[in-house]
């Protein structure tokens, strides 16, 4: 009986990957529940032990001792006070044998016994499982992948299965059947179907861990990463510094020819990781978080936790990046707001006059001017201070004006009308000498302005079209000549 008993145990201990000790319990508990369905039992329970010399099954019929105000089975359970006259040495807890029964496994408490082991196996397993990656929450494991459903993935840790759902997925990566990977455990909860463990390839502390296990001055605490944001499967900055003056924080993770990074790098599939380092000034720090880009200058503003930062203009989509990764990221590492813009459009910014501006002076003349008239015949002299494009914060433009000669202006308009109407004598006298003497050999005939032709020669007419141009011309010129008398009555 000891071998066939024992040699059933340990095959099934080995079936199940369980110790022996917990397989025996199993089996203690599956054959009391069995027998204590006999009537033999009376509805006492049922005490089993296993002689682990002789492989003897021996079976015990107990009263279990409780509180006289907690007695609810009188036939499974004692009070105290009688157990004591029993036993002096009993206490709450205790149990009392009242006999034995003999060990006849029959055909109906062998099956009984039998589905109560598979359940109690199945609990230890899972009871197990939880045990073993209770403690794994927040760390690395190797995992393969099993299956692939329409949105979870199933992965093979080991002992059990970890469910990585689509939350935790990256469109980057491309899963398969039987690949290798390495996984952050996010959660490990007990369920009704057992251990649930969840896993994941986006979590910004799988990007931490790799680094640790492949830096050993991470690893040691010599270099400290100080903050890192992550686009899972697209780009990483990481922020690190170094306690020890003489080790050289963003090389220690680099590697010696990039050896350490670029395993991190095949690990998360490609993914593009930024090393920089970390500072504690905010200028220093968002200055080092845009890079590959080359900043100019960053204005903080500490109240709300916003950064300007100017950068050259062919820096500016690297600085911004791909969709605005690249800022995106830094913004996330700095925790600050970050604005980038071109060095150039900033210069232009403060070069311009803006009227709703209360930091900007302009005289209500000038302002008067470019509304009404645009192009004004007066002299004013327009004086702008250095200031106009010196600090950004307060530009200052200062417009000084000289007082206009109205006199001076009314003397020239006097000596244009009077151009004018000596220009016009002089044409209505020409005009009268030709009609006097008429040429009919000379070109001038043809001439209907009644001017020569060397000095009009496009009021010439030699095709139609220069009849209607020739009348338009003339009109304007009377509508002009009026304009210039209704022009000086008015002064």
């Keep these: 009986m000891k071998n066939e008993l024992f040699l059933a145990l340990t095959q099934l201990a080995a079936e199940r990957n369980l110790p022996q000790s917990i397989v025996v319990e199993a089996v203690k508990e599956a054959l009391a529940s069995a027998y204590k369905k006999d009537p033999a039992a009376k509805g006492q329970d049922i005490l089993v032990e296993v002689d682990s010399e002789t492989g003897d099954v021996i079976v015990k019929t107990i009263l279990n001792v409780k509180d006289k105000d907690e007695i609810e089975d009188p036939l499974s359970e004692i009070s105290e006070e009688d157990a004591k006259k029993l036993n002096e040495d009993l206490r709450v807890g205790d149990f009392v044998e009242t006999g034995y029964m003999e060990y006849n496994p029959g055909r109906i408490a062998a099956q009984t016994a039998k589905q109560v082991v598979l359940q109690k196996l199945r609990e230890a397993e899972r009871d197990l499982v939880f045990g073993k990656f209770a403690d794994k929450k927040g760390q690395v494991i190797i995992g393969t992948i099993q299956r692939i459903d329409s949105r979870n993935i199933f992965v093979d840790i080991g002992r059990a299965n970890a469910l990585m759902p689509p939350s935790e997925q990256t469109s980057y990566e491309k899963y398969r059947v039987g690949q290798q990977l390495k996984f952050f455990v996010t959660e490990v909860q007990r369920t009704a179907r057992g251990p649930e463990i969840i896993v994941s390839r986006t979590h910004p502390e799988l990007l931490r861990k790799l680094f640790e296990s492949e830096v050993p001055e991470i690893s040691s605490g010599v270099v400290e990463i100080k903050a890192l944001s992550r686009e899972a499967g697209a780009r990483s900055k990481v922020a690190v510094s170094s306690e020890d003056g003489e080790v050289d924080a963003v090389g220690a993770c680099v590697g010696l020819r990039g050896i350490r990074i670029q395993n991190v790098v ?92 209360p930091n900007v002076s302009v005289s209500e003349d000038i302002k008067s001017e470019t509304k009404d008239e645009p192009k004004k015949d007066t002299s004013k002299e327009e004086l702008l201070s250095d200031n106009v494009l010196g600090e950004i914060d307060q530009p200052e433009v200062l417009v000084k004006e000289t007082s206009v000669d109205e006199k001076a202006e009314l003397l020239a308009l006097e000596k244009e009308i009077k151009e004018l109407e000596q220009k016009e004598e002089k044409e209505e006298k020409e005009k009268k000498q030709k009609e006097d003497i008429l040429d009919f050999s000379s070109e001038d005939i043809w001439d209907l302005g009644g001017s020569s032709s060397k000095e009009n020669a496009d009021e010439t007419i030699r095709f139609a079209e220069d009849i209607e141009s020739l009348k338009n011309f003339n009109s304007d010129g009377k509508n002009s000549k009026k304009s210039v008398k209704r022009k000086k009555n008015k002064r």
């Design 266 to 357: 095949n690990e998360l599939l490609g993914e593009k990781i930024d090393v920089v380092d970390w500072s504690d000034d905010p200028k220093v720090l968002i200055t080092n978080s845009l890079s590959p880009a080359t900043v100019s200058n960053v204005i903080i503003n500490p109240d709300d936790s916003t950064a300007i930062v100017t950068v050259p203009k062919k820096q500016l989509s690297l600085a911004i990046g791909k969709e605005g990764q690249n800022a995106r990221l830094a913004a996330k590492l700095t925790l600050w707001k970050i604005d980038v813009q071109a060095e150039e459009e900033v210069i232009v910014q403060t070069d311009e006059v803006v009227e709703s501006d």
